[in-house]
């Protein structure tokens, strides 16, 4: 039989006013995925718990299974993040990176990788000084963590390896192309070498290593215009693939051998 009562670590993600004085919670934890949780009297002047239960703050908590929600009893700030609080255009970042990981991440699936890169990047952006190259680091890194690594070093459809040269790029093909199968594919961007060089390095070096680096601004918009376009892309396709297993488990498909 399941516990009554659980104990775990959590960030919290995003946070809604629900009923009279109670809170909705969309939290992460290393073990349990994402989780919504219901923390009843947070609205309360007088609660206890409303301060443990600040956005992007890591907490303790205790939860005791309910219904239909599960319900926080007890928390406890393990990091405020307090520096996020006084600069918007921090906050403004981690707002961001707490939104992808909502929509990236799954109810109750393990990912402590992924948990631990939230924690890692909610202290980055505490104090970086270059944040769009924070949020590049994270983007990439995340992405490999929930399997949409993009592939940097060979062209996914012909698998030769990329030459130091201007080529392509293809949300849909999941990575970089090499100029010929880039020119076959119409209407495709570019990516220039600087940029290529640049993803590669994030992709693969530690955020120490990375945030040494001095990006030209032509270089830092390029890359945060290819980053965007790729995960609009990838949600899209995963909220279809959601859309589709629901048909399917509806049996609302038609037969597909006619
Ligand atoms: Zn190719």
């Not at 659980?6 to 006013?17: C, G, K, W």
């Not at 239960?53 to 303790?60: G, N, Q």
Request: neutral net charge; aromatic residues 8%; glycine residues 6%.
């Amino acid at each position: 039989m399941r516990e009554r009562i659980y104990r775990t670590e959590a960030i919290v993600l995003r946070r809604s006013d629900f009923g009279e004085a109670d809170r909705l919670l969309t939290v992460l934890t290393p073990h349990l995925g994402k989780l919504r949780l219901l923390a009843k009297g947070a609205r309360k002047p007088t609660s206890r718990k409303a301060g443990h239960l600040e956005l992007f703050t890591r907490t303790e908590l205790l939860v005791a299974r309910g219904r239909n929600l599960d319900i926080v009893t007890q928390a406890q700030t393990a990091e405020p993040h307090r520096a996020l609080r006084d600069d918007l255009w921090r906050m403004s970042h981690a707002y961001y990176v707490a939104e992808l990981v909502d929509r990236f991440s799954e109810e109750q699936s393990e990912n402590a990788l992924l948990y631990q890169l939230l924690s890692d990047v909610l202290d980055w952006i505490c104090e970086s000084s270059d944040l769009a190259l924070t949020v590049r680091f994270f983007e990439l890194h995340m992405l490999s963590l929930v399997g949409y690594r993009p592939q940097l070093y060979e062209c996914p459809r012909c698998a030769s390896s990329l030459e130091p040269v201007t080529n392509y790029f293809s949300a849909e093909a999941g990575g970089v192309l090499c100029p010929r199968c880039g020119e076959a594919g119409r209407g495709l961007r570019t990516i220039s070498l600087p940029a290529l060089k640049v993803l590669r390095y994030l992709q693969t070096r530690t955020y120490a290593q990375c945030a040494q680096l001095h990006l030209r601004l032509s270089t830092h918009a390029e890359i945060e215009e290819l980053m965007m376009h790729y995960l609009v892309y990838t949600l899209e396709s995963q909220l279809k693939s959601v859309e589709f297993l629901e048909i399917l488990r509806r049996g609302g498909m038609t037969s597909p051998a006619e």
